[in-house]
């Protein structure tokens, strides 16, 4: 049994409900939060289920669903993922990245602000295991924590237009994967050729929520 | 048979095939998408006979034009371009009142199926036509699918006023929020509509939580944002309010200058 203290629910709009946690950024809140959403997605009437930091939504379908029942399928979720999480993450995933050079143009950067050699950089990174918080800001896009401390990186001050698909990179605690090219502000320190958004997959995420990740040097 | 098609002319500023929300795939980072007017986008299919979500076209700022390879029943609704059809070709100024035209073709326009849905996903680069908006010399296929016998009249084109009214639902918005006039900003797309006035108070960062069309947010800079049907899945600014379902489409005709004001409503009054 993990205890976080008293979650609080709100209504957001007419067809979500929120559960905050309060308690704070923590990997075990996280993990929590995963194991709630796996089992609040099977709720009848539970249209989507998205993690936030520390929260977690719930899109409904009221014809299908009330929100007094939404809320009862909240508290319970939580309550089991309070009990159960520690023992139930998600799948472990390996992803192949290739360190620096024109794949990271930002790695060398990163090394200087934090004092270190580039080999020290990539060392301490490869030697994270990194939960996946929060699925957001593109399609199979996620937010790893668990970096360590002294790679904690602000973004950049110049956004760049496009960041190649691939492309690993830091952002302030979190580290990620752009599953697709985009406009991004991350620090990018390497490249995975893997696919980590397929629309044409099953499933199409690499990623999900809990899923436990590690990166490999090739 | 031969096949009949749709040839883009000139695309105009961004034209997309859109259809029924993706929704299902926010967990991973999915949007939902679809027309940003629905209720034009429903009376465009309803006009040819289409089911409501059948794919059509959502033409921003007019200036667009099209052949069809055949005679073949369609209609328009949403913004007023002062559409002109002369053999097979059609041709459309820029809009009189509001932004966003949809063009319907009776059968619908075939689009495969991505992720539950047919709507484009821009930012995915899938869906829709080939996960893009629309160039000039794009071909699209015309579907058969259709129950011509539910055809209505055709509706006089619409009036889109550029001062309007929304209803909201309060999430601890500042009281000049709902007082205050707002005003389009120019950089406003399908994803949001920048507002553009007075500062509010008490905006900036949150830990990242899930938003969806009609949240409203409030970043650090003080001008709210109204998140549209590209809205990403999670946002970090705070979220003041939401626009209720029912009045979200309003957003779809406003341009760049028109002036919105927010009305509070209670949960209750969104049905």
């Known amino acids: 049994m993990v205890e976080f203290g008293t979650p609080n629910i709100t209504r957001f709009g007419e067809s979500a409900l929120v559960l905050d946690v309060g308690a704070g950024h923590s990997l075990a809140v996280q993990v929590a939060l995963g194991f709630a959403a796996r089992e609040l997605s099977e709720l009848e009437g539970a249209i989507d289920v998205v993690a936030g930091i520390g929260n977690l939504t719930l899109f409904f379908d009221p014809r299908e669903l009330s929100a007094e029942r939404g809320r009862t399928g909240l508290v319970d979720a939580w309550a089991h993922a309070c009990a159960h999480a520690r023992h139930l993450g998600g799948k472990p995933i390996e992803i192949p990245v290739r360190y620096g050079g024109a794949d990271g143009p930002d790695l060398e950067a990163v090394a200087a602000a934090h004092d270190i050699a580039v080999e020290e950089c990539i060392a301490r990174h490869v030697a994270g295991v990194y939960a996946v918080y929060v699925m957001g800001f593109a399609p199979g896009f996620a937010y790893l924590g668990g970096l360590d401390a002294s790679l904690h990186t602000p973004r950049r001050a110049q956004p760049r237009s496009r960041v190649a698909a691939g492309s690993l990179a830091i952002g302030g605690s979190m580290t990620g994967v752009y599953p697709l090219e985009s406009p991004g502000g991350w620090n990018v320190i390497g490249r995975t050729d893997l696919q980590l958004f397929d629309p044409y997959r099953t499933p199409a995420s690499l990623l999900s929520l809990g899923d436990f990740v590690r990166f490999v040097r090739v | ?271």
């Open chain 2, 1 to 271: 048979m031969t096949l009949q098609t749709l040839e883009i002319v000139r695309a105009g500023l961004q034209t997309i095939v859109v259809a029924e929300p993706r929704t299902g795939h926010r967990a991973v980072g999915v949007g939902i998408g679809g027309a940003l007017d629905e209720r034009a986008f429903a009376r465009a299919n309803a006009l040819v006979g289409n089911a409501p979500e059948a794919p059509a076209l959502e033409i921003a700022y007019g200036a667009f034009d099209a052949r069809f390879s055949h005679p073949v029943p369609f209609a328009m609704a949403g913004a007023d371009c002062a559409a002109r059809f002369d053999g097979l070709d059609l041709v459309l100024d820029a809009p009189r009142s509001g932004v966003r035209t949809y063009l319907a073709v009776r059968g619908g326009f075939e689009i495969p199926v991505v992720l539950g849905s047919r709507t484009t996903d821009l930012r995915g680069g899938f869906g829709g036509w080939n996960g893009r908006a629309l160039r000039n010399g794009d071909v699209l296929t015309i579907g058969t699918e259709s129950d011509a016998a539910t055809a209505r009249a055709p509706e006089p084109p619409a009036q889109y006023p550029t001062e309007i009214f929304v209803r909201a639902i309060d999430r601890r918005a500042p009281a000049e929020f709902w007082t205050h006039p707002w005003r389009v900003g120019h950089e406003s797309n399908r994803m949001g509509m920048r507002l553009n006035g007075e500062p509010l108070a008490g905006g900036g960062d949150v830990d990242s939580h899930a938003v969806f069309p009609g949240v409203v947010q409030l970043p650090a800079s003080g001008e709210p944002i109204v998140l549209l049907a590209d809205a990403q899945t999670t946002g970090g600014y705070r979220a003041i309010a939401s626009v209720i379902q029912a009045d979200l489409w309003r957003f779809a005709q406003l341009p760049a200058g028109a002036t919105v004001r927010f009305e509070k409503v209670a949960l209750s009054d969104a049905d």
